[in-house]
């Protein structure tokens, strides 16, 4: 969809609008952003996910044995029949891996790279319920689903800024509100970064929260420091050669210093190297437990694809790709579940189709299906389990 086309999601304005006066700097209020929307799962089904082992849920009462308590999943039908009538919170982490048809909503937001998509967590709260007023350090949209939600939204924060006293949770002392709205279904509310806020339910409600996390300053300074730190051996060192006479055996010269940071930029300023471990690091499953390859053959792979059968993305993995020029010739690099691979110009409208489509084929994979490499790589995911292969 072209950038200068108003969206209704975005309340009538630009993809190119929002993220010039909107991303990560000031906070939308969008008016039924999805008008007459129906959620595909209910308050009793979302109840019966935080009953699983495999599903992150919490629980957050106002007033329970401490102020603002927090229980943690799996819970139990007892744990719920047992919860006062008002002013308690459930929040069930990743619904988007579970059902189907709440993934499907990530579509909505395809302006955005789908690699900075955390996950689909979903709130039902009682008349009260909320989980007080704090901050994330990613960008949110929070759609109403159900029922109605009244949010307040105050001061820009960081690590700084005064928390109240609780062992497990991260409340800001005080919110010094700026604004505030009342939220029914199919409005959506877009958060910046460290923007303060506190969400209440009116009535029993339940809240959509499409969560867009961002590599942290650490976790990209160690995360490729140790991926480049693989491929180094240990011959490769600070190198002097060439230094002046000392005057002070004891001082560390400037010189010195900019020697010891041309090596290290030389190391860090590579930028396939860095494109290859923000691939894997961003692709790499948030619940790899979750996913379980197979084996297949060629001809097994083939012979199911004739038959009727499908290729869709486990709801686990992610996938991505970025186009690379070498030697003038386009080569393309798929990063699926923490890994990574470079294909040649013929492949390269293959892994779009991969990483873009909802499902794999014999129709759309017909070009490729003569093609050895490609059926290879399809039966590499399937063995991975990025790919699963089910029966239409």
């Given at each position: 969809?072209?950038h200068?086309?108003p969206?209704?999601?975005?309340?009538?304005?630009?993809?190119?609008?929002?993220?010039?006066?909107?991303?990560?700097?000031?906070?939308?209020?969008?008016?039924?952003?999805?008008?007459?929307?129906?959620?595909?799962?209910?308050?009793?089904?979302?109840?019966?996910?935080?009953?699983e082992?495999?599903?992150?849920?919490?629980?957050?009462?106002?007033?329970?044995?401490?102020?603002?308590?927090?229980?943690?999943?799996?819970?139990?039908?007892?744990?719920?029949?047992?919860?006062?009538?008002?002013?308690?919170?459930?929040?069930?982490?990743?619904?988007?891996?579970?059902?189907?048809?709440?993934?499907?909503?990530?579509?909505?937001?395809?302006?955005?790279p789908?690699?900075?998509?955390?996950?689909?967590?979903?709130?039902?709260?009682?008349?009260?319920?909320?989980?007080?007023?704090?901050?994330?350090?990613?960008?949110?949209?929070?759609?109403?689903?159900?029922?109605?939600?009244?949010w307040?939204?105050?001061?820009m924060?960081?690590?700084?800024?005064?928390?109240?006293?609780?062992?497990?949770?991260?409340?800001l002392?005080?919110?010094?509100?700026?604004?505030?709205?009342?939220?029914?279904?199919?409005?959506?509310?877009?958060?910046?970064?460290?923007?303060?806020?506190?969400?209440?339910?009116?009535?029993?409600?339940?809240?959509?929260?499409?969560?867009?996390?961002?590599?942290?300053?650490?976790?990209?300074?160690?995360?490729?420091?140790?991926f480049?730190?693989?491929?180094?051996?240990?011959?490769?060192?600070?190198?002097?050669?060439?230094?002046?006479?000392?005057?002070?055996?004891?001082?560390?010269?400037?010189?010195?210093?900019?020697?010891?940071?041309?090596?290290i930029?030389?190391?860090?300023?590579d930028?396939?190297?860095?494109?290859?471990?923000?691939?894997?690091?961003?692709?790499?499953?948030?619940?790899?437990?979750?996913?379980?390859?197979h084996?297949?053959?060629?001809?097994?792979?083939?012979?199911?694809?004739?038959?009727?059968?499908?290729?869709?993305?486990?709801?686990?993995?992610?996938?991505?790709?970025?186009?690379?020029?070498?030697?003038?010739?386009?080569?393309?690099?798929?990063?699926?579940?923490?890994?990574?691979?470079?294909?040649?110009?013929?492949?390269?409208?293959?892994i779009?189709?991969?990483?873009?489509?909802?499902?794999?084929?014999?129709?759309?994979?017909?070009?490729?299906?003569?093609?050895?490499?490609?059926?290879?790589?399809?039966?590499?995911?399937?063995?991975?389990?990025?790919?699963?292969?089910?029966?239409?």
């Amino acid at each position: 969809m072209p950038h200068n086309t108003p969206l209704t999601l975005l309340g009538g304005i630009t993809a190119e609008e929002f993220l010039r006066d909107y991303w990560q700097k000031k906070p939308l209020l969008i008016r039924q952003a999805m008008p007459d929307f129906v959620s595909p799962i209910e308050g009793d089904e979302l109840a019966g996910l935080a009953l699983e082992d495999e599903v992150e849920s919490r629980i957050v009462l106002e007033h329970g044995e401490t102020p603002w308590q927090l229980l943690h999943g799996p819970f139990t039908e007892d744990t719920f029949a047992k919860l006062p009538p008002s002013h308690w919170t459930l929040l069930v982490q990743a619904v988007d891996q579970f059902v189907p048809d709440a993934a499907d909503y990530w579509k909505e937001f395809d302006f955005l790279p789908r690699w900075r998509s955390d996950d689909l967590m979903i709130s039902y709260a009682v008349e009260g319920g909320g989980v007080g007023p704090h901050y994330d350090n990613y960008d949110v949209f929070l759609l109403q689903a159900e029922g109605r939600r009244e949010w307040k939204v105050g001061q820009m924060c960081d690590s700084d800024s005064p928390l109240q006293d609780h062992p497990d949770m991260r409340i800001l002392a005080e919110l010094n509100t700026t604004e505030s709205w009342i939220l029914e279904p199919g409005d959506m509310l877009y958060l910046p970064p460290r923007l303060a806020h506190w969400g209440t339910a009116l009535d029993n409600c339940m809240t959509w929260s499409f969560g867009y996390r961002a590599p942290s300053t650490t976790d990209a300074l160690l995360g490729y420091t140790d991926f480049v730190a693989r491929f180094l051996t240990d011959e490769q060192r600070y190198n002097d050669a060439g230094m002046s006479p000392i005057t002070n055996p004891n001082e560390i010269r400037a010189e010195e210093l900019q020697r010891l940071r041309a090596l290290i930029n030389e190391q860090l300023s590579d930028d396939q190297t860095l494109l290859t471990w923000l691939g894997q690091f961003v692709t790499e499953a948030k619940y790899p437990d979750f996913i379980q390859g197979h084996d297949i053959t060629e001809h097994e792979l083939l012979d199911q694809l004739q038959q009727g059968s499908l290729l869709i993305k486990h709801p686990s993995a992610r996938f991505a790709w970025s186009l690379l020029e070498s030697n003038g010739l386009q080569e393309i690099v798929l990063f699926s579940c923490g890994n990574s691979r470079i294909f040649n110009e013929p492949l390269v409208e293959l892994i779009k189709l991969i990483c873009d489509s909802d499902s794999l084929h014999v129709d759309n994979l017909q070009p490729w299906l003569n093609n050895e490499e490609a059926t290879l790589l399809l039966c590499e995911l399937i063995k991975q389990g990025s790919l699963e292969c089910i029966n239409d």
